[in-house]
Structures are given as structure tokens and as C-alpha cells.
């Protein structure tokens, strides 16, 4: 018999079923309602900016870096567009390599530019464009355009690329650019503007690029920028433009620096030359040089290597951190020690025989037999060694440190670039610390007498030398050395000194000074004089003074013989000098590494030096018209003998 279905139980169950999918339906359309609410109106504003986050893209528009130019205005170091093919390392999705060999169909990659984008890529962020070509062709910018779609991740950009258009000329003033390296970028991210920095590949390594790194590279600006969802920009939508570096307009004449490179030829040395009035500096020259141009794009190792391991150290700026003996162009301001102190006066004089004796020691003349009966002005202008033998005996080695020190020697000068050396002033408390054996702290008197003829332990870089020549030739007002003279706004041309006014004032009585610079113009124009041979017919008169300086020392009972020792072991030539004698407007100081005396081989190049700035003649020009001397000093003749001075071959120093 068959059983009766029970209807109410089952409408029951399927009503109570219907209740249960409605309450599911229902709270599940609340909790997509909910959470449309909670996007839709409370999270709103925070998710449209995320949306315009993913959206628009902020790219960073790196400013034009400023310009470098020399006094007169001549384009020492300025950028130029070029087009460079760049990869991101994270959208890559291939072999790298197998990437760069396609590429290199289209595009002439070269090994060298294949080891640079490794050292790149190891150096780097991933996602961080790097370039493994720049400077494109227009025909590898056509060729890779047209094959694009098949490298994704890689793009053709349009960069600003630093050039030096002077080559070596000047390098270790200007200095150069180099990209970014994690040691750089560990100090940017320290700076307080290190956002000025986004985008920003290259920073300044060395020289002015360096020092004035921040004055150079400008305000960074941004573009809002629409994207597509594979990264592709569509349109721009704000730009906030960026502003551009503030140009460097430099002391030096660059004419000037190249007539002074040319003259010392492939010869090792420095050359600084000051406007005493201002602290200008006219030419800063360090001989070899090296072109910046090698290290903008990173210098390759063959010519890393060249420049690194040569003995010549192309790479030393040697009138910043080369250190020298200054020899006999240190005697002017010893002599101007003795006035000032009281020590001696202008008529005192010595007989010199050839050499002085100190504590059983012999300390020997550069003239056999000596210079006869010499005063102070004879002195300087003969460059008698014994004389200061015996002055520098009478003052004391603390008493030459105090009276130099306001000169510059053995200081920091401040000058506008970075890794000045110190160099060495000596004197008794800075043997007690420099030393640490009893014995080598004591200071003996012996030790005093070479520092009269700027031997011993005297070291003073070029730059310190020519800073002292200005001093002296601007009447003991000291200006401080610059390299930059002024900074110009780029969009209103508004100019803005950098070293406006004095340091300071060497209280110096000013008949002792015409008296020192009496002597000097003596050096130059009295026949017998160190300097007399190359500067006797100059159109102009002019104050110097020559010196040798020892490399290394010569053994008792040796004497030096330049023929047989070895290269590097020859004395160094020297020369300091200012012009014209009556109203000085360049002061200068020089060094020629391991080639002899200071006439033969320093004073020449000084010659060429003052003869293009004072009256525009190059070392080539011939048949110019005379030009009336000027001047002398205001010192009155009657001060000194001029005629002291034998007529005589040129004395060597």
C-alpha cells in the first residue's frame, strides 16, 4: 500500500531552504555592498590617487648643468644632446646576453661598451635604465626605431653629455663629471636636497666640476606624466620645469694656460699665476695633464691603466698637492725677515769665500770661491748662499716659522678646489709632534742653516709660492686665491663675486717691501743677476727670482753632477716673479721637475708667460714693435749700489 506524501512537511522544508539561500543571497549582496561602500566612498580619495599613482607616472626632468667659461668668456666645459640606447635590466625577460648580441645587428655595440654595461649593471639598481650605448648615429636611431617591438625594455633616450671642448688644456682646474657610483649615492642620499638628485645620473668627480657641484647642477623639475598599462607614456599632463645650474665664470685666461703648457713642453712640473690685486687666478697649470673628455662615459681600463700606472702621474695636480723645497726663491722673504725683525740692514755685508762653516760642517756656495763682499741687495740678486746661511742662523727656526706663516707657507691657501695639501713649514713644535723617538724631536741648530736657502725641511706646494709672490707684490695685503671669479644666473645674467674682499693685512713697513722689490727688478735687469739673461731685453720691467732645489741629498765629499745621476734624482728649477715692477698684475711661481737650474729652464717659461699676458705676444710672434719699459719700483736708487754687480756671465740658480 502505498505510502501518502506529507505536502505541509515538505513546503515546509522547501520554504525554510528558500529562507536560508534568500539570507545567503542577502548577505552576500550586504558584503559586496559593504565593501563597495568602504572603496566606493569611505576609501575613496585614498584609492583614486592610488589608481592615479598606477595611472600617471612622475618623471623626474634633470636640469641643464651650468656652464664653465674663463675669464674672457671661451666655453671651458658645456653640454650637448645626443641620443643613448638604454636597457631596464627588470623588464628583461631573455638571456642578457643573447639581448645585447641582437642588438648589436642593429646597433654598433663593442666590447668595451659590452664591459662598461656589466660594471653598470653591477653597480645598479635593476630597475634603473641603464645605457649600453650613447651617441647614437641618426641611422642607429632609424634602424633600432623600426625594430623596436621586438626588444621590450629597450629604449632610445635623449641625453645631455658633458664635454671639455679645451681637451687637456686646464683639466685639473675643471676637473670632470662621472656617473653616479654607490659611494655617491650613499652621500646624496645623506644631503638634505637629495631629491634634487632624482633621475640625475652624473655628479662632478674632481676639480671645479666637484667643489661646485651644487652651484652647477641646478634645480630638478618633474613632468605628471599618463601611462599606459605596458609602461608607455601617453601624454603629459603638468610639467614643473627644472632650473637650470648657475654658469662658472673663471679667473683664468685659458690663452694664457695653453701659451704656458705649450712652454713646458713634455716637461714635469706647475705653474700658478695670481693677479696680486684681486686673488685672481690667471693660470693654473699642471704638467702632464690628462683630457677629461676619457672619464664622462667611464674611462676605459687601457686608459685608466696608462694614466694611472705612469711614472709621470698625469693624475697629480701638482700645484694643489705636489710639494716642493722653494731653493733660492725663498731668500726675498728671508731678507725681508732680517729688515722687518732688525736682523741685518740693507749696507750690512758678508764676505763670502765659498762656504760656511757651522759645528764642523761645511755648507758650500753654488759659486766656487764665493761672491766677494755682498750686501742684502747683492744678495737676492747673485742668490748668495752663505748669506743666508748666516741669516738663517741668526734668526732661528721658530722665528722664520712665525714670520712666514702670514705668507701662506705651509697653509691651506682656501683656494676653491678640494685636496689642497698643507705642505710643511717647519719648526720646533712641529718636530716634538711629527716624530716619536726622543732623539728625532729635538730640534738642532745645524738643522736651521739649509732653511735659509729654502732647503731642509721647507715644502710648499706652487699654489702656496705664487699666493706668497702676490701677497708680497700687493704690499702684504693678502687676497685669497680663487679660481672662480664670479657665478652667473643663466636666466637673468646676474653676476656675483666670489671673493670680494681682503683676507687680511701682513703689518710690513713699506720701504722694507720696495726695498725686496728693488732687489728682484735687480735679479732681471743688472747683468750678473740670475734672471738678467733671459729677461735683460724684455719689453717691460719685471721682479724675480730663480732657485734650485735639491731632490735628494748628495753624500759628504760628493758633489752633483747632473749628467751622471739618474733623471728623477736632478734638481728641480724654480722661479718666482711680478710684473710690471711699478704696479704689479701678475705674480707668479713656478717649478720644472728634475731638469737643473732655475735660469735655464724655469725663468724661459716665465718669460712666455709674461710676455703673452702683459703684452699679448706669443712664444711664435716675431717682428712686434719695442714697447717703452715701465718703471721700476717707487724703492729709490739711492737705497741701493746697483753697480755692485760685476758684469758677468749669467750666475745659474
Given at each position: ?285 699642471s704638467k702632464p695633464s690628462y683630457d677629461p673628455n676619457l672619464f664622462v662615459e667611464g674611462i676605459d681600463q687601457q686608459s685608466w691603466n696608462e694614466l694611472n700606472t705612469s711614472e709621470d702621474r698625469p693624475l697629480l695636480n701638482r700645484p694643489l698637492s705636489g710639494t ?20 741685518r740692514t740693507p749696507s750690512q755685508a758678508i764676505a763670502d769665500t765659498g762656504f760656511f762653516m757651522f759645528g764642523g760642517h761645511r755648507f758650500n756656495d753654488d759659486k766656487p770661491g764665493g761672491h766677494g763682499i755682498v750686501d742684502m741687495y747683492r744678495s737676492i740678486v ?93 704690499n702684504g695685503i693678502v687676497m685669497k686665491p680663487h679660481l672662480v671669479k664670479m657665478t652667473e644666473d643663466p636666466k637673468t645674467r646676474q653676476k656675483t663675486l666670489t671673493v670680494p674682499k681682503e683676507s687680511y693685512r701682513i703689518p710690513l713697513k713699506q720701504e722694507n ?141
Amino acid at each position: 500500500m502505498n505510502e501518502l506524501k506529507n505536502t505541509e512537511r515538505e513546503l515546509y522544508y522547501f520554504r525554510m531552504r528558500l529562507i536560508f539561500i534568500g539570507i545567503f543571497v542577502f548577505a552576500c549582496f550586504s558584503v559586496l555592498i559593504s565593501r563597495f561602500v568602504w572603496l566606493q566612498i569611505v576609501k575613496y580619495d585614498d584609492y583614486v590617487l592610488q589608481a592615479d599613482d598606477n595611472r600617471i607616472d612622475v618623471v623626474p626632468v634633470v636640469p641643464n648643468r651650468g656652464l664653465i667659461m674663463d675669464r674672457n668668456g671661451v666655453i671651458l666645459a658645456q653640454n650637448y644632446s645626443a641620443y643613448t640606447l638604454e636597457i631596464t635590466p627588470s623588464k628583461i625577460t631573455q638571456d642578457m646576453d643573447l639581448l645585447i648580441d641582437n642588438l648589436s645587428a642593429l646597433v654598433d655595440i663593442q666590447p668595451k661598451h659590452r664591459k662598461r654595461f656589466r660594471k653598470l649593471l653591477d653597480e645598479s639598481k635593476n630597475f634603473e635604465s641603464l645605457p649600453i650605448r650613447t651617441r647614437l648615429t641618426d641611422d642607429e636611431v632609424a634602424r633600432f626605431t623600426a625594430q623596436r617591438f621586438r626588444f621590450p625594455g629597450v629604449d632610445i633616450q635623449a641625453r645631455l653629455f658633458r664635454q671639455y671642448p679645451q681637451g687637456d688644456s686646464a683639466s685639473h682646474v675643471i676637473g670632470y663629471i662621472g656617473r653616479i657610483s654607490p659611494k655617491d649615492a650613499e652621500i646624496i642620499d645623506d644631503m638634505e636636497d637629495s631629491a634634487n638628485y632624482k633621475g640625475t645620473d652624473y655628479i662632478g668627480k674632481e676639480g671645479l666640476e666637484k667643489s661646485y657641484e651644487t652651484a652647477l647642477h641646478g634645480t630638478t623639475g618633474f613632468e605628471r606624466v599618463e601611462v599606459s598599462a605596458n609602461g608607455r607614456a601617453v601624454r603629459t599632463l603638468s610639467r614643473t620645469p627644472p632650473t637650470s645650474g648657475q654658469n662658472l665664470i673663471l679667473s683664468v685666461d685659458i690663452e694664457l694656460q695653453k701659451v704656458i703648457e705649450e712652454a713646458f713642453g713634455d716637461r714635469r712640473g706647475a705653474l700658478v699665476a695670481i693677479e696680486p690685486e684681486t686673488g685672481d687666478v690667471l693660470a693654473f697649470v699642471s704638467k702632464p695633464s690628462y683630457d677629461p673628455n676619457l672619464f664622462v662615459e667611464g674611462i676605459d681600463q687601457q686608459s685608466w691603466n696608462e694614466l694611472n700606472t705612469s711614472e709621470d702621474r698625469p693624475l697629480l695636480n701638482r700645484p694643489l698637492s705636489g710639494t716642493y723645497p722653494p731653493g733660492s726663491t725663498y731668500k726675498p722673504y728671508m731678507a725681508l725677515a732680517a729688515l722687518e725683525l732688525g736682523k741685518r740692514t740693507p749696507s750690512q755685508a758678508i764676505a763670502d769665500t765659498g762656504f760656511f762653516m757651522f759645528g764642523g760642517h761645511r755648507f758650500n756656495d753654488d759659486k766656487p770661491g764665493g761672491h766677494g763682499i755682498v750686501d742684502m741687495y747683492r744678495s737676492i740678486v747673485v742668490s748668495c748662499d752663505p748669506y743666508y746661511y748666516m741669516l738663517a742662523n741668526d734668526l732661528g727656526v721658530d722665528t722664520i716659522h712665525d714670520f712666514m706663516k702670514p705668507f701662506g707657507f705651509g697653509q691651506k691657501t682656501g683656494i676653491d678646489l678640494e685636496h689642497e695639501k698643507t705642505g710643511l713649514l717647519p719648526s720646533t713644535e712641529w718636530k716634538r709632534t711629527a716624530y716619536k723617538k726622543a732623539a728625532q724631536q729635538k730640534w738642532y741648530a745645524g738643522e736651521t742653516i739649509s732653511l735659509g736657502i729654502g732647503q731642509g725641511y721647507n715644502n710648499f706646494t706652487p699654489l702656496q709660492m705664487a699666493h706668497a709672490m702676490a701677497t708680497l707684490a700687493n704690499n702684504g695685503i693678502v687676497m685669497k686665491p680663487h679660481l672662480v671669479k664670479m657665478t652667473e644666473d643663466p636666466k637673468t645674467r646676474q653676476k656675483t663675486l666670489t671673493v670680494p674682499k681682503e683676507s687680511y693685512r701682513i703689518p710690513l713697513k713699506q720701504e722694507n717691501i720696495d726695498f725686496i722689490k728693488h732687489a728682484m727688478v735687480g735679479v732681471t735687469t743688472v747683468a750678473g743677476g740670475t734672471g738678467y739673461m733671459k729677461f735683460h731685453d724684455a719689453e717691460y720691467i719685471s721682479g724675480g727670482k730663480t732657485g734650485t732645489a735639491q731632490v735628494v741629498g748628495i753624500k759628504k765629499g760628493e758633489k752633483y753632477n747632473a749628467k751622471t745621476t739618474a733623471e728623477r734624482q736632478r734638481d728641480n728649477a724654480l722661479y718666482i716673479a711680478f710684473a710690471p715692477a711699478d704696479k704689479p698684475r701678475i705674480a707668479l711661481a713656478m717649478v720644472v721637475e728634475n731638469v737643473g737650474f732655475g735660469s735655464e729652464f724655469a725663468a724661459p717659461i716665465a718669460r712666455k708667460a709674461l710676455d703673452y699676458y702683459l703684452l699679448g705676444k706669443r712664444p711664435s710672434d716675431k717682428d712686434k714693435p719695442p714697447v717703452a719699459k715701465t718703471d721700476v719700483t717707487s724703492a729709490s736708487p739711492a737705497q741701493v749700489d746697483t753697480t755692485a754687480v760685476p758684469a758677468a756671465q749669467e750666475i745659474r740658480d
